[in-house]
């Protein structure tokens, strides 16, 4: 292991400076500075991150992000080996090609670059390692709850585009814990996230939720989907209606959410939208006729046969956006729903517009969804990650000497 050769090689730094036994056990730089449960950080280690993020210009306290990192590795390796998780030495030198491509060099001239500056290769391998290694443990924890479906991915690609003009209707449990019933309190999380049906959801909010909506079953009023925190929204915005959110890790309690249902704010003009839409022209004669094409038909697809081949009608059909639109037919478009119709006189002349779709992208190629969904898996994975994290730090013996 990585780890296993920063100490040797602190080892033999130490034999070289040619300190005494004694001195060497009260001023040793291997010596450790934190313990996480069975493993310790040395003088050492924390002292060459201290430099590895400062030569990178890591921004904040480089003294305590260095503490934080080198903590989280700890569990984060701790974790790989309960699920015998290894990365290979292929991919250990890929990750370091990339991460040393930033700064246009190779990984020898990195290395060289960072050792005139007293930073040794293994600090830099470690780091790597280490990164590498959680995304297999969260891809293999989490992999088959991120998946994305094709009706997520238009939502959510809805949700990211129109942030502002769509409300969702949520129902949250809040369920506090102290550190000693914290697994006690993940466990009913866990098994509430399984719930479907929104009222046995409620349900379960009267019994476990804190929150202030326990009362009335956890239920929210229609909220603005861009005054949402930023920690819950790529959690909303890949659900659909009736599904839980995985529980996500606040610093106090863990928060649980049941997406009821999604509109677009009725006040405001979708500009960006493709829009599939029909019109039907007649004479005012046929009025009547007109009128009951509009309280008859299903869909857009089924019109053509209603119509048939009658001549007093003209069928078309167009996809524009919006502001392609004249401004009579935007005038009655941006009221309706799909599948929803008006009829409009004009010029003694009767027109029927049929809302057949809104489409938020007229055509996409098979690389492109996928892109996409990899996108949004890989915003989930970074938030179930954290939280992941978080419960691993809450549940370790964390001692900073």
Same mark, same amino acid.
């Given at each position: ?14 034999? /070289? *400076? ?9 001023? $040793? ?12 950080? /040395? ?8 430099k ?20 989280e590795?700890r569990?984060? =390796? $701790? ?8 990365v290979s030495?292929t991919?250990?030198? @890929? ?32 780091? *790597? ?6 995304q297999?443990?969260v ?7 991120? %998946?994305?479906?094709?009706l997520?991915?238009k939502? $959510? ?14 129902t ?8 000693q019933?914290?697994?006690?309190k ?23 939720? &804190? ?14 989907f861009d ?6 929204k ?5 659900l ?20 009821r249902d ?7 003009k979708? =500009? ?7 019109? *039907?022209?007649? %004479?005012?004669?046929?009025?009547k ?7 008859n038909?299903h ?9 048939? @081949?009658q ?15 004249? @401004? ?6 941006? &009221? ?5 119709? &008006? ?20 055509? $996409?190629?098979?690389e492109t ?5 990899? *996108?949004?898996? %890989? ?23």
């Amino acid at each position: 292991m990585v780890l296993n050769k920063i100490l040797l090689t602190s080892i033999l730094i130490f034999c /070289t *400076v040619g300190l005494s036994e004694t001195k060497a056990q009260k001023n $040793s730089i291997f010596a450790p500075v934190i313990q996480v449960n069975n493993t310790v950080i /040395t003088e050492f280690e924390f002292d060459q991150r201290v430099k590895f993020l400062s030569a990178l210009k890591f921004p904040g306290n480089s003294h305590q992000l260095a503490r934080t990192q080198l903590i989280e590795e700890r569990l984060k =390796q $701790s974790e790989s080996e309960k699920l015998n998780i290894i990365v290979s030495e292929t991919e250990i030198e @890929d990750a370091l090609k990339r991460f040393a491509s930033r700064t246009n060099l190779s990984v020898n001239e990195f290395i060289a670059e960072l050792k005139k500056i007293g930073i040794y290769s293994e600090t830099f391998r470690s780091y *790597v390692e280490t990164e590498l290694i959680w995304q297999k443990v969260v891809r293999k924890k989490f992999g088959a709850q991120s %998946n994305i479906s094709n009706l997520q991915l238009k939502r $959510s690609k809805s949700i990211a585009k129109y942030e502002d003009t769509v409300q969702v209707l949520l129902t949250e449990i809040i369920i506090p814990f102290s550190s000693q019933d914290i697994r006690e309190k993940e466990s009913i999380a866990n098994r509430l996230k399984n719930i479907k049906a929104i009222e046995e959801f409620s349900n379960a909010a009267r019994k476990h939720s &804190k929150a202030p909506t326990a009362n009335v079953g956890g239920r929210i009023k229609w909220q603005n989907f861009d005054t949402l925190p930023e920690i819950i929204k790529p959690i909303i915005f890949g659900l659909s209606p009736g599904e839980v959110s995985e529980p996500i890790r606040l610093p106090k309690a863990i928060a649980l959410f049941q997406l009821r249902d999604i509109r677009e704010k009725k006040d405001v003009k979708a =500009q960006a939208e493709l829009l599939d839409f029909v019109t *039907v022209d007649s %004479n005012l004669s046929n009025l009547k006729s007109l009128e009951y094409i509009k309280n008859n038909f299903h869909n857009c697809t089924d019109l053509a046969a209603k119509i048939a @081949d009658q001549v007093e009608f003209t069928l078309i059909r167009n996809k524009l956006f919006f502001e392609e639109l004249p @401004d009579p037919i935007a005038a009655v478009i941006e &009221k309706l729903d799909s599948n929803e119709a &008006k009829i409009i006189i004009d010029d003694k002349k009767s027109k029927l517009v049929i809302l057949c779709e809104r489409n938020y992208q007229e055509k $996409s190629t098979i690389e492109t969804i996928e892109n996409d969904k990899n *996108v949004l898996q %890989n915003t989930r994975l970074k938030y179930l990650a954290r939280s992941l994290l978080e419960t691993l730090k809450d549940n370790a013996r964390i001692v900073i000497k």
